[in-house]
Structures are given as structure tokens and as C-alpha cells.
């Protein structure tokens, strides 16, 4: 069922509360909000038709994308959601809806929800406190109207200056008491001047002022390793991370050191990084017997057409997960969870 036909079903979520670690703000707002939001600010979009715009948003299996073109094309989802947030207004009801949604569709209770605060200032001709403070204002009305607990992660970029990247943690530390619970590291690697040690000083600044630390990595073989995550830049927690399958050490290292996989099915199905259903199955198989602790989330679910409650079904459905493990993954992700209020 399309994820804006489910929000306006008459049915409640049924099962037990979920937790959703890994979603992108970017990616998280129904497009006939986004549609509403774009026309609001006066933003030229590159459609007329509501329907042509809604098509270019999903992404089907039909209609795969590579992890490259999906990240760096300027006729991509991203770029347009980033676009029609770019201001204080937008990331208000950004965050408002996304956290009420996942409420209402599949009884998600504690929602981490993470954006680039730099795309979401138009270079610096918007204030990027007003832009924080907004989304903050955001969590505080969804978590006044629902019983949900609500974090914010803000993603640094690996195309970014180091000075562009330490001014998004600063800003994390200042609001770390409003509600900004971690910070991210999001973007291709391919063709950047990217080195992990030289971003280590800022990820210990965060570690030691009390942020989570969750990372992108090994989500392609272009991306940046899940061991240079961990032992370079302190990760507790890895977005993704699925190639690791292939590195018994690495496997390892993520069991000795405690560090949670975000695990996104149908985003990593979609984007062609799993081997189809039996590519899925053999990463879950794998995590499994090599007892790393991982959880199943959406990533860009307006993109896919998807929610946590569909991902959990998704998962069963296609005997990638046992019941008892899936129980395992959402226990898990209460527990990794960076929100503790």
C-alpha cells in the first residue's frame, strides 16, 4: 500500500512500539507535502504536474537507481528535498510530520531523525540557528500532540571543508540539551579527497561532549570501511554497513566493540546493493550467525514507498528474518538508541 494511502486508513497501528534509527528528513515527508511546502515558498520546481513530481520522488524496483547517481545527479530526489526544506518554516513541519507519521502508521515511539543542517541553509544566506531551532520547535510539538520521544541527528559531509563539518558539531554540542542526540557522516566517497583521520579530532569532540556517533559506512564497496568507522572516528553505531559481510575482521571488530548495523532492506534493495531477496536473506543469515547486533529501518521512506511497519513485514514476508529475530532487531534498536529522555 502507498505509505499517503496508510496515513489515511482508519486503522491503528497495531504491534508493539517500534524504534527507527536511520531516516533522513530529506527523504521522510509525504510528497503531497512536499509539493504544498515547495508552492508555500515559491520554489520553481522542475514539474508542473503533481503526478509527474510524485513519480520522479519514488523510487520503485522498477525504477532502480545506483547508490552514484542517486547522491551527485542534480536531477535527483535529494537534491529537490533539500531544496524544498531550505528554510525554517519547512524544517519545522519537516520534522512535525515525519515523527507523527511514523506514529500513525506503524506505532513508532522513538524516532531518530537526521538531516544535513548546511544543505538546509542555501549556502549561508539562511541562518543556520533559525534553521536548527526551527526543526527543534518541530520535535517539541510532535512530542506534545504524540507519546513519541524524538532525537535529532545532525550529518556531517564528506565533500564538505573540515571548517564547514566542525561548525555542524559545534552546533550539535550547543543544542545538544534541545534535542540533537548524534551526529552522522553521509556521502559517496567516489571521486572526493576524503581521508578518515583527518575528520577523527572533530568526531572525538562530539564523542567526549556526550553525542552518538553513527556513521555511513560499507553500505557500497565505494564507501567509507566500517573498521576506518569504528577505530577512526569512534562510531557506536554504522548506517548500513553491510558489506562487512564479506571481512571476517571486521565482523569481529563490530561484535568486540559493541557497535549496532542500521540495517534498510528495501533502500538497499532498491539502490542494487543487495543481490536481490537472496542477497538481503544472505547479509541477514550473516549478521545472524556471526551475532552482530543490527536493526531494520526505512532510510528514505517516501522514496521507497515504505514504513517501518512495512519494512518489519517486508522482512517476514521474504524469510529474510525469522520472527524471533526480527524481535531480536527491534529490541535492539530500543537499545542502541542515542535518546534518553
Not at 101 to 116: L, Q
Not at 145 to 165: A, D, H, Q
Not at 292 to 317: A, G
Request: hydrophobic share 40%; net charge neutral.
Amino acid at each position: 500500500m502507498d505509505t499517503e494511502e496508510q496515513e489515511f486508513s482508519n486503522l491503528r497501528p497495531k504491534g508493539k512500539p517500534l524504534t527507527e534509527l536511520h531516516l533522513h528528513a530529506g527523504a521522510g515527508l509525504p510528497t503531497s507535502t512536499m509539493w504544498s511546502i515547495a508552492h508555500d515558498q515559491g520554489i520553481r520546481l522542475p514539474f508542473k504536474n503533481y503526478w509527474d513530481f510524485k513519480d520522479f520522488i519514488t523510487i520503485t524496483r522498477d525504477r532502480m537507481m545506483n547508490l552514484d547517481s542517486f547522491l551527485h545527479s542534480k536531477l535527483n530526489p535529494f537534491h529537490w528535498c533539500e531544496v524544498i526544506q531550505s528554510s525554517p518554516e519547512a524544517m519545522e513541519r519537516t520534522i512535525y510530520e515525519i515523527a507523527a507519521k511514523a506514529y500513525r502508521s506503524s506505532n513508532v515511539t522513538k524516532i531518530e531523525i537526521r538531516f544535513t543542517p548546511m544543505k538546509r541553509n542555501r549556502s549561508g544566506e539562511r541562518d543556520l540557528d533559525h534553521i536548527i531551532m526551527s526543526a527543534l520547535h518541530g520535535l517539541d510539538k510532535v512530542m506534545l500532540e504524540y507519546p513519541v520521544r524524538v532525537g535529532l541527528i545532525f550529518c556531517l559531509e564528506k565533500k564538505f571543508s573540515k571548517n564547514l563539518n566542525k561548525i555542524t558539531v559545534e552546533k550539535a554540542i550547543k543544542y545538544k540539551e534541545r534535542g540533537v542526540v548524534g551526529i552522522d557522516l553521509a556521502g559517496y566517497d567516489s571521486g572526493n579527497d576524503f581521508h578518515a583521520d583527518d575528520m577523527a579530532d572533530i568526531f572525538k569532540m562530539a564523542k567526549d561532549a556526550g553525542l552518538g556517533i553513527t556513521i555511513h559506512a560499507g553500505e557500497s564497496k565505494e564507501t567509507l570501511t566500517v573498521t576506518d568507522a569504528i577505530l577512526k572516528l569512534g562510531a557506536d553505531r554504522i548506517g548500513h554497513g553491510i558489506q562487512c559481510i564479506h571481512n571476517q575482521e571486521e565482523m569481529a571488530l563490530i561484535r568486540e566493540k559493541g557497535v549496532t548495523l542500521e540495517f534498510c532492506p528495501t533502500s538497499n534493495l532498491i539502490l542494487g546493493l543487495a543481490d536481490g531477496i537472496p542477497g538481503l536473506r544472505r547479509i541477514a543469515s550473516t549478521f545472524v550467525k556471526n551475532n552482530l547486533k543490527f536493526t531494520i529501518n526505512t532510510d528514505d521512506p517516501v522514496f521507497f514507498q515504505t514504513n517501518l511497519s512495512m519494512e518489519n513485514k517486508f522482512v517476514l514476508d521474504n524469510k529474510i528474518l525469522t520472527k524471533s529475530q526480527l524481535n531480536r532487531c527491534i529490541a535492539w534498536a530500543d537499545q542502541a538508541s542515542f535518546i534518553d529522555y
